[in-house]
């Protein structure tokens, strides 16, 4: 093979490559989801019936979403947890209101007694939202609520 051919084809092969590497790392570009609107609530049950702690929020990715997990903590307990646990904690049912976007929605019934084991004071929630395409995101304190007696 002459040196004529050989130059122009490595030089082809390696813009070719470029361009490749360039196109893949523009397709795989994915965004993180994003958790916006979150509110969170609770509501001590009476001689009606149950109370219930709640959490809504609305959680958006470019792929679309997967799962939201949530866990309510004591601010008073010092837990903060961490993003790997709370892939282990209850997930949130999401409704999708667009392809990208989900109100996402989270209540755990409170029976008297759980009421009374309930450390009153200021609560917070942390949440891990999950998109299709596998990003995440961990959110600490997604919303902040009080237990009262």
Not at 23 to 34: E, K
Not at 104 to 124: F, I, M, P, S
Request: charged share 20%.
């Amino acid at each position: 093979m002459s040196k004529r051919v050989l130059v122009p084809s490595v030089i082809g092969l390696v813009t070719l490559g470029a361009l490749t590497a360039g196109g893949y790392a523009m397709a795989s570009t994915a965004t993180q989801p994003t958790v916006e609107n979150g509110t969170a609530g609770y509501t001590a049950p009476s001689q009606r019936g149950e109370g219930k702690l709640s959490f809504t929020a609305d959680v958006s990715d470019d792929s679309g979403v997967r799962e939201v997990r949530v866990v309510a903590w004591p601010a008073s307990s010092e837990l903060d947890p961490t993003e790997s646990e709370l892939r282990y904690v209850d997930e949130a049912e999401c409704r999708s209101t667009s392809d990208e976007t989900s109100h996402c929605a989270y209540t755990l019934k409170v029976t008297r007694q759980d009421a009374a084991d309930l450390a009153e004071g200021t609560w917070h929630v942390s949440v891990l939202a999950t998109a299709k395409d596998g990003g995440t995101t961990f959110v600490p304190r997604a919303a902040t609520f009080d237990v009262t007696r």
